[in-house]
């Protein structure tokens, strides 16, 4: 048994893969060719947004979310410290500081709670300046975008949306992706919606931000990409992901639905023996991970081996508790849950043909 098998979801649609790959191969518009806005349009249509924007990977996105909204030095964001570190790196590569967040124990994502307080603590200090959230859709499930806006606009902040993982995922019929100011995604492989290589997008509904994204995605380009207005990057989608990427999303909805397939016989399987992870009334998750809480994680894991079966642990090391962050002096007493959570997440093989 395979954690995550590409090798499955090739062959499933390998014929039209091959066709739209040396369609490029044919017509040669490597870099930004026609496949790509037809990825975009898709993506818009998907995710019910007004801009998709491609690009590198879903680092990269998260860089250009933060370039757009003029993040920089002095500037403070709030991010769950149960995430992957490229969240809180882009924000600390702006020159800004990350302010890590605790988790729910219930959805592992950011706690509105916690949020607040943190917030709070930052203004009291009066020493840098609160200017956006960045919330992580954590193992497929959208964050509680409801309550995050509302703390969002009491402190005028802006919202970004780390859906790497949650593409594809839901609260009450809207799509992840389509939350807050910006929302990001990752087409890494192993990601819900992966391609060949690294991969990432951007989504907006507003004008002027799209337009600064696609301007500094091509190194700042103004009217041209030799007329440079503002110091930008080199970060696009390939034409041949983009092109994989086309046919992987026309298969993609029903892949989530043999992914919930999967995380319902999971519920059955380990519902009375172990802790597993429940999608609140109204939300839909992609399930990037399935994710159980086990008290003697290595002993389960062991089992889990001797049948075949392997298992990964998402995550073992928080953000506060990475050396990249030790100059933020956090201890784990700030995060208990998160903290906590490091300790006993396990999580088990998930892809839509398990
Ligand atoms: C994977 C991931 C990223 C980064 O995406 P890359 O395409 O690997 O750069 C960012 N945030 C989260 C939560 C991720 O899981």
């Known amino acids: ?14 014929e039209l893969i091959n066709k739209r790959i040396q369609r490029v191969l044919d017509h040669g ?74 988790s729910d124990p ?11 307080y943190r917030i709070r603590k930052v203004i009291s200090e009066g020493v ?30 802006k919202v970004i949306e780390d859906a790497a993982q949650g593409f594809g995922g839901e609260v009450r019929g809207k799509k992840a992706g389509s939350f807050g100011d910006i929302a990001t995604t990752s087409f890494f492989p192993a990601k819900p919606l992966g391609c060949y290589g690294d991969g990432g997008a951007i989504f907006t ?14 190194h700042g380009k103004g009217s041209d990409k030799y007329d440079n207005v503002r110091i930008g990057m080199n970060s696009r989608l390939d034409t041949i992901q983009a092109a994989i990427l086309l046919e992987k ?14 995380a319902d016989s999971y519920e059955d399987k380990f519902g009375d023996c172990h802790k597993t992870p429940k999608v609140p009334q ?22 889990f081996k001797e049948s075949g079966t392997p298992t990964v642990i998402y995550y073992q090391t928080c953000m506060h508790q990475q050396s990249a962050f030790k100059y933020l002096n956090y201890t784990d007493d700030d995060f208990p849950v998160a903290s906590y959570l490091a300790t006993r997440v396990l999580s088990l093989p998930m892809h839509p043909y398990l």
């Open 128 to 157: 840098l300046t609160p200017k956006a959230i960045i919330a992580v859709d954590l193992f497929g499930l959208p964050a509680d975008y409801k309550r995050i806006q509302q703390i969002a606009d009491k402190y005028k902040l």
């Open 249 to 262: 999303l026309a298969i993609f909805p029903g892949e989530l639905v043999k992914r919930n397939l999967v």
């Open 1 to 14: 048994m395979q954690f995550i098998d590409l090798a499955a979801q090739y062959q499933a649609s390998k």
């Open 282 to 303: 109204g939300y839909y998750s992609s399930w990037a991970q399935y994710t159980l809480q086990v008290e003697d994680r290595q002993m389960v894991m062991k089992r």
């Open 29 to 102: 518009q490597y870099i930004l060719g026609p496949e790509v806005r037809e990825l975009e349009v898709a993506l818009e249509d998907y995710v019910g947004v007004k801009h998709a924007i491609t690009c590198a990977n879903g680092t990269d996105a998260l860089t250009l979310a933060m370039m757009a909204l003029g993040v920089g030095e002095g500037d403070v964001v709030f991010c769950p410290t149960f995430t992957y570190f490229a969240t809180a790196e882009t924000i600390a590569f702006q020159n800004a500081v990350p302010v890590f967040v605790d």
């Open 106 to 116: 219930n959805t592992f994502n950011i706690c509105a709670d916690d949020l607040e």
């Open 205 to 218: 509904d507003d004008d002027g931000l799209a337009e600064i994204i696609r301007s500094l995605r091509v």
